[in-house]
Each structure stands twice: as C-alpha cells, then as structure tokens.
C-alpha cells in the first residue's frame, strides 16, 4: 500500500499476467470505499468529488451536534431518554412531556442550557399564566426545576458534568404563582341517590365504582374484570404506583354481578362496547350530570371525596381511609365533611331554640 498526492486516497497493487495493475480507494472518516478506474479518468474524479462531499457534510453534521450538545433541546432529549423519566407512570410521562415542548423547549431550544436563568423561566410562566391558567404556569417552574435537578446528577458520554457545582436551579430558585382555588363540591347522600336514580348506564357504574373504590378516574378506566375475583378489587394507582388491594362493598358487588358479562376486559366501557380513557370517562359523567333533572353540577373527583367522608363517618381511621383514596384526598375530603357537619349542628341548635 502507498501514498499518492491525491488527498484521502490510496491504491493496491496487484500483479496480473498483463503486469501490475492498481486499485484505488478512497478513505476519510469512516468511508473507504473502491474509486472506479484510474486518476485522469471521468469516472474516478466524479466519483471523488461525491465521496468529498459526502464528508464534508458528514463533517459539518458532525460539528452542528457537538454545538447542540451545549443547547436547552438537547438537555430536554436526553432527559426525555433517561431511565427517570421511563420510570415516572404514563400520564405523568405524558404531563411532562407536552410542558417541554409546548411551554419551554420552544422558546429556549437553541439557548445554552448552562445559562438558562430564573427570569427566563419567570417570563415563560408568566406569559403561560395570562394566557392560560396559573396551574398550566407553575407546571412550567415545576418542570424546568425537575429537568434542571435531574442535570444536576448526570454526566455526558465523556464523563463530564452536564452542569457545574456553581450553577442554580433557574426552576427551584423561582417561586410558585397563588391562584385562586377553586372548592370541590362534595356529593350528598341525596345527590348521589339522585343522580343514580336519574343517570342510565356507563354513568351509573362509574358513579359506584369510584363511590367504593375512592379511585381517580385514571385508575377506574383501567380496572378489569378480573382485578374483581373474590370479595377484593386490585387496583394499581396510575399516579402513585401503589398497589391496593380494596374489599368489595357489597352495593358494588351486586351491581358487577348484574352487569358482568362473559366477555373480559376492562370494566368501564361506552355505548359502543368500546374501552374508555379518562377524558372519555369525565365526558361521559359532566353530559349525565347536566341531562340529571334537579341535579346541581358535580364532579367526579367529588365523589372521592364522599367515599372519603362515608369513611370516616362510620369510624374509620386516618390510616384505614387514606390507605384506599390517600393522604391529601382525606384531608380535603375532612375538610369540607367536617365543615357541613359544623353547619348541620349549628342550625340543629338553631332549630332547638325556635
């Protein structure tokens, strides 16, 4: 093998009756590849002049992805990649994902992400915040604080730090907006008798289910028919990963019973027969409570709150309800049962008065 003058290319030799012949190769890069005929000749220059080109823009590829390896996006795509975010469940993989690349990666994609600062995570949210909601803009603080403090841990495929012992949280150093809040209605033992005495089918199993199982919606598409065997119902909670074992009330047991079929699945379906997902399932139950004659508006996450209330209304303990709907469900829920119950004794005392 020997060195010619025409730059990335080399020959071989080999001995043939008619004398030595060369073959010429061309190599750079990684290419190295046959060049047709022989120096001087069309074919082996046209073809030349492609394989330079080829790597050339392979070069300048090449370079555009190392002065990528600096930018916002590409701290977001290799978040996005990691074994935490793969480890987080489906709808909070989901949360996270619409928030970098609806709210943040479209604004600081290109920026160095070592030199995000505070206030551009503050201007994002706050223009999020007059555009949308204030839930939606604390969404983009919580994101960019959790994107930033996975960073914080991780190296890139040198073994380099992405991110210097200097460098803040621009998410954590930025407080969360206060909105307003708005109550959660709690269903009464008359609206619940009203509303199942109204509603016809899905509404109707939707409505016992998560009276007696206290489950988000999340959780209540996804239960089967058998995650129902025995006396107990096993639900694994989307938003926690929790497993639950639930024991089976016996109104939700003879309501099952009725309108099991021999067909498996999942539980909750529509008209069509067909599996629901959430959004399908809040459709299904805001249309069934507005056609409800007399029926104020509820929402389904109110009747986690009433599964709470009933719990504690005969003598469950901290423990026993939160282990079914979970800690900060029960301490709303005990918030607005504790209050209704107040009012109901006040007036009691009231009406002993009159």
């Keep these: 093998m020997a060195q010619v ?12 009756k008619a004398g030595w012949k060369l073959y010429w190769r061309f190599r750079r890069d990684g290419i190295d590849t ?22 050339e823009a392979r070069e300048q590829t090449e370079k555009a ?28 993989q989901d ?24 206030s551009s995570i503050k201007a994002i949210r706050d223009s999020v915040a007059k555009v949308l909601s204030v839930r939606t803009a604390n ?24 991110l210097p012992d200097s460098f803040i949280n621009p ?14 209605e709690i269903w009464s033992p008359e609206e619940i008798d009203l509303f199942l005495a109204k509603c016809e089918e899905p509404a109707k199993t939707i409505v016992i289910l ?22 107990m119902i096993r639900v694994r909670q989307n938003k926690t990963g929790e497993p639950l074992t639930i024991p089976c009330h016996s109104v939700l047991k003879k309501h099952l019973k009725a309108i099991r079929t021999k067909f498996g699945g999942t539980i909750l379906r529509g008209q069509d027969g067909k599996p629901m997902n959430a959004n399908q399932l809040s459709s ?55 209050q209704r119950r107040d009012a109901e004794a006040a007036m009691a005392r009231l009406e002993q008065l009159a």
């Excluded at 046959?34 to 080829?54: C, I, K, N, T, V």
């Excluded at 998560?210 to 006396?231: H, I």
């Design 171 to 184: 998410g954590m150093a930025l407080k969360k907006l206060k909105g307003k809040s708005k109550p959660i």
């Design 139 to 162: 969404k983009v603080k919580q994101v960019a604080s959790l994107l930033y403090s996975w960073a914080e841990e991780e190296t890139d495929d040198d073994g380099r730090d992405l």
């Design 284 to 338: 299904i139950m805001n249309r069934a409570v507005a056609k409800a004659e007399g029926m104020p508006h509820r929402s389904l996450h109110g009747l986690r709150y009433a599964a709470a209330g009933s719990l504690e209304e005969v003598g469950c303990t901290f423990v026993q309800i939160s282990s079914i709907v979970g800690h900060r469900t029960y301490q709303m829920a005990m918030k607005y049962a504790r």
């Design 34 to 55: 046959p060049l047709p005929g022989q120096p001087g000749e069309r074919e082996f220059h046209d073809r030349y002049a492609e394989l330079m080109d080829a790597a």
């Design 95 to 118: 949360d996270y994902r619409d928030t970098i690349d609806e709210r943040l990666r479209p604004i600081l994609g290109s920026e160095r992400y070592d030199c995000i600062t505070r």
């Design 5 to 16: 003058e025409i730059p990335y290319t080399y020959f071989n030799r080999k001995k043939l």
């Design 210 to 231: 998560a009276l007696y199982t206290g489950q988000r919606r999340e959780d209540l598409v996804k239960m089967e028919w058998s995650d129902c065997l025995g006396n």
């Design 65 to 92: 992805k190392a002065a990528d390896r600096h930018s916002f996006a590409w701290l977001c795509d290799r978040y996005l990649a990691s074994v935490e975010f793969e480890a987080l469940a489906p709808a909070t």
